[in-house]
């Protein structure tokens, strides 16, 4: 099955931007949903993006829309969340996951988990 990556975390001042690589090996991600969310301190890990197994359609939490974007290359098999306009509130660890299927935005529902990369934005 699938194996995903992250890497792209750091320290960023507020109204920053970084952006998140999720790279997959094992096969290709063709197929699979694949989703970001993330874990602040003491917090229940929450839905943060997903891009569709076909690549054609994104969905994305009230709290991130209009300020990240999730795209995927096909080519180097790898997902990107690009963050934008970074608020201390965003502090926490992302991490991408895979789920063959439609795509969700509950935790439970996906199978494949990377390690995670830390994100912290300073006021």
């Known amino acids: 099955q699938v194996q995903l990556v992250e890497s792209g975390g750091g320290l960023v001042q507020a109204g920053g931007s970084l952006r998140l690589s999720c790279a997959a090996s094992?096969?290709?991600?063709?197929?699979?949903?694949i989703g970001w969310f993330r874990q602040a301190p003491g917090k229940e890990r929450e839905f943060v993006a997903v891009?569709?197994?076909?690549?054609?359609?994104?969905y994305y939490a009230d709290s991130v829309k209009g300020r990240f974007t999730i795209s995927g290359n096909n080519a180097k098999n790898t997902v990107y969340l690009q963050m934008n306009s970074l608020k201390p509130e965003d502090t926490a660890v992302y991490y991408c996951?895979?789920?063959?299927?439609?795509?969700?935005?509950?935790?439970?529902?996906?199978?494949?988990w990377g390690q995670g990369t830390q994100v912290t934005v300073s006021s």
């Open positions: 094992g096969r290709t991600f063709s197929g699979y949903a």
């Open positions: 891009l569709t197994g076909t690549g054609l359609m994104t």
């Open positions: 996951a895979a789920k063959l299927g439609n795509w969700d935005t509950e935790v439970r529902r996906y199978d494949v």
